[in-house]
């Protein structure tokens, strides 16, 4: 795979995260039953019985903001791609919401002790440097009045690697979708060669996400003033054991 200056992989964000293809593949892992999962575990397990401000960062198309938005929370959403906020915002009108959906960049967000509440789903945060990295989860604290309570979700890499495929096909009519997938493990990082396939037109879509295991991942959050109070092993509260798949971390500010 081509390097960038820095030694990372190269990785495209428009093409990887274009509205119109993310969500013609990825349609069966944002379906109303797991979102409405999803926020039923925010709702529970972040205390959110009364109305709080809360930060959706990778906010995507508003799946999530939104329907917090409907049970009263004030609701900030924060994306890199204009698409999917033109999406969340146009749903958000539909349903009568106020949510503010604002561009940005997690690596250079600057609310100040601003949030109850901050969460950051799908597998959204590895994307960057390790520097970079850590720097989100200095802005996410940042963003966070104290007391608050950070919420994200990722693979769990040891077991990741267990059942490591280097090839996945996604079918959706004749369009294809194929992740030529590799791990490095000087770096942590799932490097993946993603073709794209649609309507007869090829397109490449390279990118890489940084994967912890949770005693690296619980060492930086702990750095960054985010010490963790909570890990699960699904949207369904199952204890992380060993053999979890996922890791969904709570974090609170100092």
């Not at 597998?123 to 390790?130: C, E, I, L, Q, V």
């Not at 200095?138 to 059942?163: E, M, Q, S, W, Y």
């Amino acid at each position: 795979m081509n390097r960038k200056p820095d030694g990372l992989p190269k990785f495209d964000f428009r093409t990887v995260f274009n509205p119109d293809d993310y969500l013609h593949f990825y349609v069966n892992s944002l379906s109303d039953e797991i979102t409405s999962l999803q926020v039923d575990f925010l709702v529970s397990q972040m205390a959110l019985s009364s109305p709080m401000k809360i930060l959706d960062l990778a906010c995507g198309h508003g799946r999530h903001a939104n329907r917090l938005a409907q049970l009263g929370h004030q609701v900030t959403g924060v994306d890199i791609m204009p698409g999917f906020l033109k999406i969340a915002g146009q749903e958000a009108k539909k349903l009568g919401l106020d949510v503010t959906y604002l561009k940005g960049d997690m690596r250079h967000i600057t609310f100040p002790n601003q949030f109850d509440r901050v969460i950051l789903m799908f597998t959204a945060f590895g994307y960057f440097s390790d520097e970079e990295n850590f720097l989100v989860l200095k802005n996410i604290a940042r963003a966070l009045k104290p007391g608050g309570l950070f919420c994200f979700d990722t693979h769990n890499r040891d077991v990741f690697l267990k059942g490591f495929l280097p090839f996945i096909v996604v079918e959706r009519g004749k369009d294809l979708l194929i992740d030529r997938n590799s791990f490095d493990t000087t770096t942590g990082r799932f490097i993946n060669k993603r073709i794209i396939i649609r309507n007869g037109r090829r397109k490449d879509a390279p990118f890489f996400v940084r994967f912890y295991n949770f005693n690296e991942i619980s060492g930086l959050l702990k750095k960054a003033g985010l010490p963790v109070q909570a890990v699960y092993g699904d949207w369904h509260t199952k204890p992380f054991t060993s053999d979890s798949r996922r890791m969904i971390i709570i974090a609170k500010k100092e």
